[in-house]
């Protein structure tokens, strides 16, 4: 069984989603590609933490998502 065939049956047997599974064979897929078709049993942290560091970049920058203001409610009977 290849690596997406195990991926896949973990991903259906936790019962998410097609478009999750997608998403996770696609992300592994390019992982791969970026690091030269090698095989992830073959690649240690040095090489996750260089992929981490350009995907997600520096969040130093990035602020708290803002929560909505509540809009005043009415609260009389007219």
């Known amino acids: ?9 973990v991903i259906r047997k936790k019962h998410y989603s097609i478009r999750t599974e997608q998403a996770y064979v696609n992300w592994i897929r390019q992982y ?13 942290e040095k090489e996750i933490k260089h992929v981490l560091r350009i ?3 520096d969040f130093g920058n990035m602020e708290r998502a803002k929560k909505p203001e509540r809009l005043p409610t009415d609260q009389s009977r007219d």
Do not use: Y
């Open 1 to 9: 069984m290849n690596l997406f065939d195990q991926v896949r049956d």
């Open 32 to 44: 791969i590609l970026f690091q030269g078709k090698r095989h992830p049993k073959d690649m240690g």
């Open 55 to 57: 995907d997600l970049g």
